[in-house]
Nanobody, 120 residues
Framework: EVQLVESGGGLVQAGGSLRLSCAAS????????IGWFRQAPGKEREGVSC????????YYADSVKGRFTISSDNAKNTVYLQMNSLKPEDTANYYC?????????????WGQGTQVTVSS
């Protein structure tokens, strides 16, 4: 069974940091890309970042460049999203998702989400 389990969300003050984790199982981790997405109430889901485990390529939304860093620990089948200098507009439910390529229009597998709330 394919599973993606997010953790690490919480409440943090503006300017603070959080590290999200996405633990994957049930598929060949090295063959997949793992993306982070977020969705705030009343807003569309947006892509935040992605890492391709096949070649290590990373991608970031303009809104988070320089503040967020995605990384992968293949030995643990886990992808991390280090979020620094958090802003209230970063508040959202964050999801990790897996597909063959970061460019996939709709990802095959999704986690349950973890809430990030940034207070002003």
């Amino acid at each position: 069974e394919v599973q993606l389990v997010e953790s690490g969300g919480g409440l943090v003050q503006a300017g603070g940091s959080l590290r999200l984790s996405c633990a994957a199982s049930g598929f060949t981790f090295d063959d997949y890309a793992i993306g982070w997405f977020r969705q705030a109430p009343g807003k569309e889901r947006e892509g935040v970042s992605c890492i391709s485990n096949s070649d290590g390529s990373t991608y970031y939304a303009d809104s988070v460049k320089g503040r967020f860093t995605i990384s992968s620990d293949n030995a643990k089948n886990t992808v991390y999203l280090q979020m620094n200098s958090l802003k209230p507009e970063d508040t959202a439910n964050y999801y990790c998702a897996a597909d063959r390529d970061c460019r996939a229009e709709e990802y095959d597998y999704w986690g349950q989400g973890t809430q990030v709330t940034v207070s002003s």
